[in-house]
């Protein structure tokens, strides 16, 4: 078990590509870390710079108390878990997860101790002998899971392991690594480009953008209080609204010059900027003081639904609990001041 | 390479050491003397030789004979260019076609893969032999007097017969896993488009089937070119004198029979060339991507 | 290549005459491929002086026995002193050397260029790339006489050495290599294993259908060869049985006596017969290898 301290890392291709731009970090013993972000954001560089799969341009990178960027990664005390699950094909399960081991000169006995502890604990015992070609895509992520347990490692490693499964299979075994990683208590990094995953199995989330971390914080942090326009985009599901609007500094944002909101707590940024509203934190209203809102076209949830519409000429979501009400086309909502996020209209920077 | 590859020093360099001494020592030793020696004039007895610049590829390109070996060069691999890949990819469309026997048909197809030229070249002599040829008998049953190794354009036809004979598997194989890695949705969807199977093959099948083609295409002239030694060997009987030959077979004739090594080396050199300029159309061609992937 | 039978949908009885037509092709191109041999085998089991009458036969005779007998064991050449037999095992030795020095040259010089960085990578690939420009047939001569002044003439050596200098195999097990993925060979090196051992433990166990497949491919390459045998041997003794067609045609072209028509066309049968065999007991990863080897 190990924290992870990062300083100043960066990472350019020969090709003069900046890939991870210089960024600074520690990660608590025990602690979940997900980077979240578009592909090419560069959090897979990121993370296989830690394992030491890419090498460190720049900077130091500490796993417990040693420097590690010029070990190997073998070295390095971390496990990984990979994307395609990178079994050996020609290995057997037993094998697969004993490799690791073997080339470690662990004994035949620990060997044989510690796989079976970890095909226990992912329910394997059965599959042993079997090849990874011989197995669902859950067996064969449990297998990826179990290579990464024997070893024992201060670190774990996972680039996107779920994004092969089914939607169903994906959420069971978020639960299960979750589960698995407390109860070892093992300091992990997780790389996803999911953000349900992300906000999910984190205790702290790295929104990362174009090779920059954009923010990190826990899932509600990052939730409430988006740091820029792309974190608010990027997490939530349907994502936050965001409309060009005009605040005049004394407690009101103005849409389109006729619609107005109201601000909770004023800001000295007068002028343009972004607004972003959460779908989920509009309600249907009737009163007087509502804004218009044209409705569209409504997507079913089930439990919600999505009404999809124009809000003072711009494009507008509101996630409304279902009960199956026959809907006006035109309505009127209900922006609490506390749901409204702005941001600098050029920047994309909270306000 | 590999992103994550190893970066061992000496090992690759271990690695690769076998490979590239036998490649020095038997490749670029023996093609570097080829056109060195191409410059020089040697004497047949192995009395030294003499600098004599470009005057080998001057005798050669004024020699009415290289001429005429260059232009049946020229004809022979069209002929068994064209008309292997047409018999191939009739017989492989069909392979592809049928629901009985494709199996049996396939292995029927491409065993000839295996024999050697020279051992089908043997066959071939015998078939089309004056005195006990099947061939023969059936030319002679059409009335003309076939006769192996004496006329020109009959020992021509027997090379021809056989050089296709041995090259169809290969494009039949191709063709056909070409065939078969065409999607069925892509089938299908022309099946609703397009009722007629002569349409349907012009039109969808033949140009999936562009970059086989035109890979086999390289294939089948180098294999023309140079592969088909063995038979042209055997069937003019270690008689070349009044039959017909390729360019390959002249270097070993004027090289080994003749002792002219300076002769010999220039068309070695001109063969290089050759080869280089097929081998820059076929990258060329694969630099354009005729697919559509 | 998985199965050959098309699943279109059709409809039965309109394509009934299709399908005859379908199948005569098929059915004429296969006899096409087949008439040379199955007369050479039906002719091989016929007496000399008969086929000097009658020609080629269309059905057995019956010395057969006698004819691949002949062929196997008779000491033949001028010498005397060459048989069947040792052509076999010569072709053998041929064919299987050739396919294992060029399986063994091949990968390591493959695994090299794939999974190592180092500053030559580039220079070696086009060196070895460049040998794909020059067929062993226009360099024929230089070659000989290259290997002559080493004094290789005459040896397995010498025969089978120089055929090695190509790039077929490299690039056979370089595309194949590419087309591993990339997460293996990283989590080897997680699981601590280095170059050697990834070689040795994942990489070429994982090869095991590739290295069966370019084995065919080079032992009927190797066994088939005839050029550089004829130019390298002239001791009888190291003769193969491609080779030994030449001895063949060469006495039929000169003798004045019954050629031995039937010893002839047993030996051509024996000489395609192991290759022939290879070939289509192991059809699958012969065609695998060779679709995928030429890409």
Not at chain 1, 34 to 56: F, H, N, Q, W, Y
Not at chain 3, 162 to 177: E, I
Request: glycine share 8%; hydrophobic share 45%.
């Amino acid at each position: 078990m190990a924290n992870v301290s990062v300083k100043n890392i960066r990472k350019t291709y020969p090709n003069g590509t900046e890939a991870v731009m210089p960024c600074n970090f520690d990660i608590a013993d025990g602690e979940l870390v997900v980077l979240v972000g578009p592909s090419g954001c560069g959090k897979s560089t990121l993370l296989r710079m830690v394992a030491g799969l890419e090498d460190i341009t720049d900077g130091e990178l500490q796993i417990g108390d040693r420097v590690v960027n010029d070990l190997d990664p073998a070295e390095r005390d971390i496990a990984m878990v990979f994307q395609n699950y990178a079994l050996y094909p020609h290995m057997s399960v037993y094998k697969n997860m004993a490799y690791g081991l073997k080339n470690r000169g662990t004994s035949k006995e620990d060997i044989d101790h510690k796989v079976r502890e970890a095909s226990a604990m992912l329910n394997l015992d059965d599959y042993l002998d079997r090849r990874p070609s011989q197995l669902s895509g859950g067996q064969r992520q449990r297998v990826a899971m179990g290579r990464a347990i024997v070893r024992d490692p201060a670190l774990f490693l996972f680039d996107e392991p779920l994004s092969n499964l089914d939607a169903k299979l994906r959420n069971q075994m978020r639960i299960e690594i979750r589960n698995l990683q407390r109860r070892l208590g093992v300091t992990a990094m997780y790389v996803t480009h999911d953000q349900v995953e992300a906000m999910t199995m984190a205790d702290r989330i790295f929104v990362l953008n174009a090779g920059r971390i954009e923010q990190v914080g826990t899932p509600s942090e990052i939730y409430r209080t988006p740091a820029s326009t792309f974190v608010a985009s990027f997490m939530g599901a349907p994502p936050m609204n965001l409309l060009p609007a005009t605040y005049n500094g004394n407690g009101s944002v103005h849409l389109n010059g006729e619609t107005s909101l109201k601000v909770d707590a004023p800001k000295d940024h007068i002028g343009d900027i972004q607004l972003g509203i959460r779908p989920e934190e509009v309600k249907l209203a009737t009163g007087k003081s509502a804004t218009p809102f044209k409705l569209e076209l409504i997507e079913e949830l089930g439990a919600s639904r999505l009404l999809h519409g124009k809000l003072a000429g711009h494009d507008f979501t509101v996630n409304a609990p279902n009960n199956d009400a026959p809907l006006a086309d035109n309505l009127m909502l209900d922006i609490p001041s506390d749901a409204l996020h702005m941001f600098d209209h050029e920047t994309g920077k909270r306000l | 390479m590999k992103r994550a590859g190893f970066a061992n020093y000496w090992l690759p360099i271990l690695l690769l050491l076998p490979q590239l001494t036998i490649i020095a020592v038997f490749f670029y030793w023996p093609a570097f003397n080829a056109v060195q020696s191409s410059f020089y004039l040697q004497d047949p007895f192995g009395f030294g030789s003499q600098f004599v610049g470009f005057e080998n590829y001057a005798d050669l390109f004024a020699s009415k004979e290289y001429a005429k070996v260059a232009r049946f060069t020229l004809l022979f691999t069209l002929l068994v260019t064209a008309t292997s890949l047409a018999t191939a990819l009739l017989l492989a469309v069909k392979a592809d076609k049928v629901l009985r026997g494709a199996r049996t048909y396939k292995t029927l197809l491409m065993w000839v893969y295996a024999v050697a030229p020279p051992v089908a070249g043997l066959m071939g002599v015998m078939l089309f032999d004056q005195n006990i040829g099947s061939v023969t008998d059936l030319f002679a049953w059409f009335g003309y007097d076939y006769r192996l190794g004496v006329n020109y354009w009959d020992t021509a036809f027997a090379m021809i017969i056989v050089s296709v004979w041995i090259q169809i598997p290969v494009n039949f194989i191709f063709f056909l896993s070409g065939l078969q890695s065409i999607p069925q949705h892509v089938r299908e969807a022309a099946m609703i488009d397009n009722p007629s199977g002569f349409g349907r093959f012009w039109q969808i099948t033949f140009p999936l089937l562009a970059p086989t083609a035109f890979f086999l295409l390289i294939i089948n002239i180098t294999y023309a070119l140079f592969d088909t030694f063995g038979i042209i060997d055997t069937l003019v009987k270690n008689n070349p004198a009044s039959n017909p030959m390729t360019l390959v077979y002249k270097v070993f004739v004027d090289g080994f029979r003749g002792n002219d090594m300076g002769g010999s080396s220039a068309q070695s050199v001109v063969l290089m060339v050759l080869v280089l300029a097929l081998t820059i159309f076929q990258f060329r061609l694969l630099e354009r991507r005729i697919h559509y992937t | 290549m998985t199965d050959t039978t098309s699943t279109t949908p059709r409809a039965k009885k309109r394509f009934r005459w299709s399908a005859v037509f379908d199948h005569s092709i098929l059915i004429l191109g296969s006899l096409f491929m087949l008439l040379p041999v199955f007369l050479a085998l039906t002719t091989s089991s016929h007496d000399n002086v008969e086929i000097q009458r009658e020609g080629l036969k269309f059905w057995f005779g019956s010395d057969i026995d006698e004819n691949f007998g002949n062929a196997m064991f008779e000491k033949g050449g001028f010498t005397k002193t060459v048989t069947g037999m040792t052509m076999l095992m010569n072709s053998f030795i041929l064919g299987i050397g050739f396919a294992i020095g060029k399986i063994i040259l091949s990968m390591m010089a493959a695994y090299a260029i794939v999974y190592f960085r180092f500053r030559f990578a580039t220079f070696a690939f086009w060196m070895i790339f460049t040998t794909i420009l020059l067929p062993l047939e226009v360099r024929i001569l230089p070659s000989y006489e290259v290997i002559q002044s080493i004094g290789l003439t005459n040896s397995y050596t010498g025969l089978i050495v120089p055929l090695l200098a190509s790039a077929t195999g490299t690039f056979f097990f370089r595309q194949f290599f590419l087309s591993v993925p990339e997460e293996l060979v990283e989590a080897a090196r997680i699981d601590g294993a280095g170059p050697v051992k990834f070689f040795i433990d994942i990489l070429v166990p994982l090869s095991q259908t590739m290295i069966a497949a370019i084995f065919i491919i080079m032992f009927v390459y190797g066994w088939n060869q005839y050029l550089w045998p004829t130019l390298i041997t002239t001791d009888e003794g190291l003769f193969t049985l491609v080779r030994g067609i030449r001895q063949i045609i060469q006495a039929y072209a000169e003798g004045s006596e019954i050629p031995e028509y039937g010893q002839a066309m047993a030996l051509a049968l024996i000489a395609m017969l192991p290759p022939v065999a290879i070939v289509i007991f192991f059809q699958s990863w012969f065609v695998k290898g060779l679709v995928e080897s030429d890409k």
